[in-house]
């Protein structure tokens, strides 16, 4: 089983950056592909970013490769999601979420990340 706790969420202008920190509990940890997503107001629940067990593969949506990083350290059970050259439209509530079984089985409580212009 899994627990997932963001932090690091906050209003920022564009141009700046956020680092977002997920920390996890549970022995699956390293095992599990882990992800980021975010929802904006009014919109569905979309994939931001993933990483494997291993962090040897990284996957990116379109609309962040270039500005986001995630990373993670096994070692602590945390997750990380650098952000860099925000823009408004990144304004959304970011869910960190742990693979299990093939599914996005657990998920955290959202952090929300506000860009102002």
């Known amino acids: 089983q899994v627990q997932l706790v963001e932090s690091g969420g906050g209003l920022v202008q564009a141009g700046g950056s956020l680092r977002l920190s997920c920390a996890a509990s549970?022995?699956?940890?390293?095992?599990?592909?882990m992800g980021w997503f975010r929802q904006a107001p009014g919109k569905e629940r979309e994939f931001v970013t993933s990483i494997n067990w291993s962090g040897t593969n990284t996957y990116y949506a379109t609309s962040v490769k270039g500005r986001f990083t995630i990373s993670r350290d096994n070692a602590k059970n945390t997750v990380y999601l650098q952000m860099n050259s925000l823009k408004p439209e990144d304004t959304a509530v970011y869910y960190c979420?742990?693979?299990?079984?093939?599914?996005?089985?657990?998920w955290g409580q959202g952090t929300q990340v506000t860009v102002s212009s």
């Open positions: 549970g022995r699956t940890f390293s095992s599990s592909t």
């Open positions: 979420a742990a693979e299990v079984g093939g599914a996005w089985r657990y």
